[in-house]
C-alpha cells in the first residue's frame, strides 16, 4: 500500500522586520495556507521569525534571538496542531549564554519532538557587487550540539539539516542511516553578488544528498530582494533566491516555487519510493565504512 503524503515548504519573501511577533503573523497566513490545501509536513525557511541579520555586524543582535518554549510562536503550533501538521520552524535561538541557529520540529499531535541546531557554519566575505552582502553566522552562533537527530512524526521519519550543511554529505548521510525518508533544509542561500553561478549550482548539492542516500529532500529557501545594512556599507540590495525545492530519492527536482513570492511549494510523494530507491540503488550495500575512518582523521 501506497505511503502517500503531502510534503511542503513555506517560502518566506519579502517583508520579514524586527518586529517578530508581526513576523510570525505573516508566516501564519502562509501556515493556514498550507493547511487549507492538506499539507502534512510543512517547513519555513532558515531564521525565518527574524530578518536574516548574519550579514549585518549588528551590536544589538540579541533581540533577533527567541528562548524556546517561547510564546510568541505559539500560534503557529496551535494552528498546526488543529490542521494536524507536522511543523518545522527554524529561528535564532537563545539557550542560557549561548546561541544557535536552530529549526524546532512539532508533531501533528502539536507534541514538541525536539530541535537540531546548525552544525556548519559559514563566513562570507561580501562581494562589491549586487547582492554581495557576504554572511557572518561564526560571529553569531555556536555550532550545533545535538548531532543529527532523527524525529519520527505522525507521517514518517524526519531529519533536518540547515543553509550550508547541505554542502557537506556527512550530516545527510547519518540521517538516512538512522532511517530518516526526508530531509528537510531550510535554507537562506542568496546570489553573493554571483548571479551566474549561483543559479547554474542551485540544486546541485541538494539533488546530490537525495540521490545518494535515496531519501526526498525539501528545500524552503527565502525569496526576492531585501536592503541590508553591513559594516561594509547601507542599503545592500541582498538577492534571495528563492526557488524552493522538492527533490525525489532519484536525485530529480520535480518541484521549484518562484524566484521572489511568499507561497507554498508542495507536492504529494509517496514514501514507499524510499526503499525503491535504496533498493534498486545499491549503495547501501556496497557501502565500505570500515576503509572510511580516514574522514574522521583530519
Sequence with gaps: MAREIVIA????????????????????????????KGVNILSFTEICVAPFFPPTLSPDYEK???????????PLFETAKKYKMVLIVPLAEKDGIDYYNS????????TILGRYRKVTLPSVFPSPQKGGTGTYEKMYFKPGNLGFPVFNTEYGKVGIQICYDRKF???????????????????????????????????????????????????????????VDT????????????????????????????????????????LDEVH???????????????????????
Design 103 to 110: 529549526s524546532v520540529i512539532a508533531d501533528a499531535d502539536g
Design 64 to 74: 533577533f534571538f527567541l528562548e524556546f518554549p517561547n510564546e510568541i510562536l505559539n
Design 9 to 36: 515548504a513555506g517560502q518566506v519573501g519579502t517583508g520579514i522586520t524586527t518586529d517578530l511577533k508581526k513576523n510570525v503573523e505573516k508566516l501564519h497566513d502562509l501556515l493556514k495556507e498550507a493547511g487549507d
Design 276 to 298: 525503491k530507491a535504496q533498493k534498486g540503488l545499491p549503495f547501501w550495500r556496497d557501502r565500505r565504512p570500515s576503509e572510511y575512518g580516514r574522514l574522521v582523521q583530519k
Design 231 to 270: 559594516a561594509f556599507g547601507k542599503g545592500i540590495v541582498r538577492n534571495n533566491m528563492g526557488r524552493s525545492l522538492i527533490i525525489n530519492p532519484l536525485g530529480e527536482i520535480f518541484v521549484k516555487g518562484s524566484p521572489d513570492q511568499w507561497e507554498v511549494v508542495m507536492a504529494k510523494v509517496d
Design 169 to 227: 554529505p556527512e550530516g545527510s548521510r547519518i540521517l538516512a542511516l538512522d532511517g530518516a525518508e526526508m530531509i528537510f533544509m531550510p535554507t537562506c542561500a542568496t546570489t553573493y553578488g554571483d548571479i551566474k553561478g549561483r543559479f547554474e549550482t542551485w540544486g546541485l548539492p541538494e539533488s546530490a544528498r537525495a540521490y545518494e542516500n535515496g531519501v526526498f529532500v525539501v528545500v524552503p529557501n527565502k525569496a526576492g530582494e531585501e536592503i
